[in-house]
């Protein structure tokens, strides 16, 4: 009797813990798949890693980029996934905008000077292995921008 029980605590215990994963995909560290990302404008970076914590009812962001000169990069935000705008510090863009979408995927804006100038969505895939983030508009340097980041957690 003791050993069903055992296993039947185990049996829960799994399952509540596939349910937690399922419903935050995106937390966790991923790292910039350069390979399988598209970047247009380009040229693509060097590297880039993607801290995303738990923060409130949304996400604390950290990111560290290093451009293709070598140049490092550290930006933050803080969001709780609901439609308003927050400050995106070390970015180029000032501030950026977030929403759930659905449990696996967010859309995005990203505005400079109060001007919208990307648009997106932040998807992650069904196993939890990959996230991909599809951004079109106008970089900061006013060019058309139709770029694709491919992410691997780590």
């Given at each position: 009797m003791t050993h069903m029980r055992t296993t039947r605590l185990i049996i829960i215990?799994?399952?509540l813990g596939a349910?937690?994963?399922a419903a935050e995909p995106f937390l966790g560290t991923w790292k910039l798949n350069?390979?399988?990302s598209k970047f247009s404008?380009?040229?693509a970076p060097k590297s880039g890693v993607v801290r995303?914590?738990?923060q409130g009812r949304g996400y604390k962001v950290s990111i560290e980029t290093v451009d293709a000169k070598g140049k490092s990069q550290r930006s933050f935000y803080a969001s709780n996934l609901d439609g308003k705008d927050v400050a995106f510090t070390g970015s180029e863009y000032d501030t950026i905008?977030?929403?759930r979408s659905t449990e696996n995927k967010i859309v995005l804006g990203l505005k400079k000077g109060g001007k919208m100038l990307v648009t997106g969505t932040n998807e992650v895939s069904r196993d939890g292995k990959t996230r991909t983030m599809m951004l079109k508009g106008t970089s900061i340097g006013g060019k058309p921008l139709n770029t694709i980041?491919?992410?691997?957690r780590i």
């Amino acid at each position: 009797m003791t050993h069903m029980r055992t296993t039947r605590l185990i049996i829960i215990a799994v399952l509540l813990g596939a349910g937690a994963f399922a419903a935050e995909p995106f937390l966790g560290t991923w790292k910039l798949n350069i390979a399988r990302s598209k970047f247009s404008p380009g040229p693509a970076p060097k590297s880039g890693v993607v801290r995303v914590e738990r923060q409130g009812r949304g996400y604390k962001v950290s990111i560290e980029t290093v451009d293709a000169k070598g140049k490092s990069q550290r930006s933050f935000y803080a969001s709780n996934l609901d439609g308003k705008d927050v400050a995106f510090t070390g970015s180029e863009y000032d501030t950026i905008v977030l929403e759930r979408s659905t449990e696996n995927k967010i859309v995005l804006g990203l505005k400079k000077g109060g001007k919208m100038l990307v648009t997106g969505t932040n998807e992650v895939s069904r196993d939890g292995k990959t996230r991909t983030m599809m951004l079109k508009g106008t970089s900061i340097g006013g060019k058309p921008l139709n770029t694709i980041l491919v992410y691997d957690r780590i």
